[in-house]
């Protein structure tokens, strides 16, 4: 056959096209406006002079958020991996009573979001202040993001490999440590980074448990200084940190090679009988489950029955809630007309610009939203006045913070599209549009669905980036709930919060369905 | 739809007519100066190994590649300047690319303006001529068998009534067992339609059985256009001899007509030069029969090396001597074809006779 021809990439040069590549630069400009974050951040820091920024920088209020930082990541990640590894294992590989209910309640986390799971326990104990508390807390809320990955991986995992280790003449313990946990280990370390770019990036959670890290100190910055540059400065630590956790994430990328070998469908395996340990694996599981999910739900159920503050204004609710609804489902749209030439053009070209782009929109949603938002509104004001304070820049960030959630659900869908239906079509006399229209877009419509679901649902949640940008008058559900809460309005802040569970379920549900991180970086 | 290649081209030349094309991808040259004429309501197949540029021919005429030179052109009109879509070419690939998200019936109806799409009678009757029923205009691509899906891929392509079908290994991917009855279907409903038809295939049996014409391509370049039969009776070299079939080269001198070789005197086909040459002996021209049986001196004789039983007959590797050949020259090994219930055992000697003529080729 001399399908090897044809599909080598100088074959797809040289494939017909229009002599304009307007998908790539589509697909390129939105690159650029993606890394308009971190242009801003090495531009604003290069331009602070150095005796400035050693000033700035080498302080000991800095070396106390480093620590605070580094030593939260650290500990959290790592609790993170040990618990949500733990809970996959019991949950999927033994045979422990009620195994499809966990499996749903593992996931349940993420329609928490962790600033009111943070808000929550401190509501109920002041104790949770300082570094332990947020380890709990963070651990309880982000602890999914290991669990998820590693159970999909767990499910697809064929036996064959701890029958083959067995016959080799391993005990079940070495089978598992040798031939097993090796197979995990991508999947456990991907979570864990996720863990740490959302924990460089918390900013509600940590503010209410009083725990100072570089995100909530360049809030304060902003709010004392506006965009200064020691609120910049902070910032490029920040950033510096992010991409540590980014290149770690490549080089893993690069080294998970752990695809099944050989031909053959992988067989399922029977789950393992627990025997005497299942009141154990019980008692851990029902503990996990009453620390992240419990504790949450039921301290917002306690204050909006009987908090002091609590209160149930209608007008304020819905207004919050029909704007929250609008900026997620604009949002949706936005990133979807964002993502289509990007995805497009790293599914059908091949080359080295288009890895550059294609990763760059992720490098751009890896920065914390409070460094997005400083970058916008200090461009916005210096460059372009008439777009701050508007709509369009909010808009702007949450499209920068979430365009992955789309890409990712659309490069998957694009890939099923394999550019022989396009050969196809064209042969039966259809032209270009009209391919796109009747056979690219309905083999895409569901992908975009799940993607625009997945922005819909993080818009919804998100706090920090809104804050800084929402126009004055803009309430969302976020940010009324934030106002309140910090005013320590706790039954008043009620309402807001469950209102945002209630909209982040089906996220939460979609998640367990897929299974894959890759849904929410 | 049928005989659409005859109408157009009044007083020019019809069917299909690829000439002086030449690609390639990057610096490497896939296609060197093509020529190749498909003569209308004709099946033509494109015989060639991996990699010989044959799948990038088909997509040039179809219109997904451009070549760096030459031109194609449909019933004496160029085709280049358009776009697929305007080419009025069938394409039916390796895999048939079915619409997933379409039923048969739409899959069918695809390239059909929007009017005929909505009466099922057309789409019905395209099934009906691939071999498929009716009840299958409902089913999901998915749902279907390779050899029916390949089906559809053909009725889809025809709808539209192109000039030329251009078929790409449309039956590389399926199972030995539905290989045969999809092509049988694939060719019968092509011949109905009377369509014109380019076939790409790596199969030399596929393609001796089905073409009227073969094309054999190598390294870019096409070596020889000839109908099957005398494409395997008289191929332009040995490396299209063994190509297209096992064949036995054995060093020969010729004169006057016959050619002196290991296997005796042969009779040669055509007028060969006299002098020395490589002649070509297709196995199922030897006949073995037992050594003991006595026959007329001279007659080579052969041990049996090895047998392969594949059934219906078997091949025989013979290690020839003579009779009187006593001084122990190194005699080449032949391979032979015999019925498979007629293979002899291996270490008899049996007595090797040539039936019919033999042909000299070129470049061994």
Redesign the interface.
Known sequence: ??????T?P??A????RPRVPFGSVAAVAVAALTLVPLGFVLVASAGAGPAEAGALLFRARVGELLLNTVGLVLATTTACAVVGTAAAWVVVRTAVPGRPVWLALLAAPLAVPAFVNSYAWVSLTPAVEGFAGAVLITTLSYYPFVALPVAAVLRGLDPVHEESARALGLGPVAAVRRAVLPLLRPAVLGGALLVGLHLLAEFGALQMLRFPTFTTAIYDAYEATFAGPAATLLAAVLVLLCLVLLVGELRLAGRARLARVGSGAARLRPPRPLGRATPLALAGLAALVVLALGVPLGVLGRWLVEGSSTAFPLVELGAATLTTLGLAAGCAVLTTLLALPVAWVAVRRRGRLIRIVERSSFIGSSLPGIVVALALVTVAVRGLPVIYQTTALLLVAYAILFLPRTMVALRAALA?V?P??D?????????PAGVLA??TL??VARGLGAGSALVFLAVVTELTATLLLAPIGTDTLATEFWGHADAVAYGAAAPYAALMVLLSAPAAYLLTRRGIPEAVS | MSGSGVVGGVGGPTGLSVAAVSASFGAVRVLHDVHLEVPPGSLTAVLGPSGCGKTTLLRIIAGFLRPDTGSVALDGHPVLGLPPERRRIGYVSQEGSLFPHLSVADNVGFGLPRRLRRTRRRVGELLELVGLGPDLADRAPHQLSGGQQQRVALARALAPEPRVVLLDEPFAALDASLRETTRHGVVSALATAGTTALLVTHDQAEALSVAGQVAVMREGRVVQVAPPAELYRRPADAAVAGFVGDAVLLPATVRAGRAESALGPLPVAGRPEDGPATVLVRPEQLVLRPATDGGATGEPIARVVATTFYGHDATVRLRLHHEADSNGHALPTVLARTPGHAAPAVGSDVRVEVDGNVTTVDGH
């Open positions: 056959m001399s399908a090897g021809l044809t080598a100088a074959a040069a040289a494939r017909v099923q394999p022989e239906l050969d196809a079509a064209r042969s039966l006399g259809v032209r009747r056979v309905p083999l």
